[in-house]
T-cell receptor, first 114, second 115 residues
Framework: EPEVTQTPSHQVTQMGQEVILRCVPISNHLYFYWYRQILGQKVEFLVSFYNNEISEKSEIFDDQFSVERPDGSNFTLKIRSTKLEDSAMYFC????????????FGSGTRLTVV | DAKTTQPTSMDCAEGRAANLPCNHSTISGNEYVYWYRQIHSQGPQYIIHGLKNNETNEMASLIITEDRKSSTLILPHATLRDTAVYYCIVRDPNAGGTSYGKLTFGQGTILTVHP
């Protein structure tokens, strides 16, 4: 069964450093998302991406965040200057069509900011 | 998207059916009911969805009441591996504009399957 692949599975970074979280969505999917989950809290939407541009973003997704699909296969989330409160699990998801049903999520990247 | 209400936690014996309820009394006519689950901090996993008819797939069954104000996810023969947080989400998959398919997760129901 096709999978969404995320790397790395765990990243530790120092406060103020830039991090890039990587995702390889399912190849024929058209819609891409990032979600995050702070330990013990709900899964929260960050951003959706379609046709090489952001289609929606949440209040969490401020100027410190950016997304890119540089080569038609990878989908990246960059945090420019990490804060302690950015520590969370970050999940990438993809979806085939606008009117399709299920999203496929990756297994996540655990980001720890120290 | 309509708000949903789920019990905080439920228990189920292994091999028995697990019936997880969800209330969505403000659901609108175009909104579907989706169920996802999350096993121990893994990524959420799609289970099933429906509009008004009952649905069944290899993972579960979804029963939606006639007035669509509530639904029940049924895992017919729960196993220990079904222990997870189960999320009921209501949304209109055809919503355009700013709603490009984002899912709004609540707290879900923690299902514990015990031997």
């Amino acid at each position: 069964e096709p999978e969404v692949t995320q790397t790395p599975s765990h990243q530790v970074t120092q406060m103020g450093q830039e991090v890039i979280l990587r995702c390889v969505p399912i190849s024929n999917h058209l819609y891409f998302y990032w979600y995050r989950q702070i330990l013990g809290q709900k899964v929260e939407f960050l951003v959706s991406f379609y046709n090489n541009e952001i289609s929606e973003k949440s209040e969490i997704f401020d100027d410190q965040f950016s997304v890119e699909r540089p080569d038609g296969s990878n989908f990246t989330l960059k945090i420019r200057s990490t804060k302690l409160e950015d520590s969370a699990m970050y999940f990438c998801a993809s979806r085939k069509e606008e009117y399709s049903y299920g999203y496929t999520f990756g297994s996540g990247t655990r980001l720890t900011v120290v | 998207d309509a708000k949903t209400t789920q019990p905080t936690s439920m228990d189920c014996a292994e091999g028995r059916a697990a019936n997880l309820p969800c209330n969505h009394s403000t659901i609108s006519g175009n909104e579907y009911v989706y169920w996802y689950r999350q096993i121990h901090s893994q990524g959420p996993q799609y289970i099933i969805h429906g509009l008004k008819n009952n649905e069944t797939n290899e993972m579960a069954s979804l029963i939606i009441t006639e007035d669509r104000k509530s639904s029940t996810l049924i895992l017919p023969h729960a196993t220990l591996r079904d222990t997870a947080v189960y999320y009921c989400i209501v949304r209109d998959p055809n919503a355009g504009g700013t709603s490009y398919g984002k899912l709004t997760f609540g707290q879900g129901t923690i299902l514990t399957v015990h031997p």
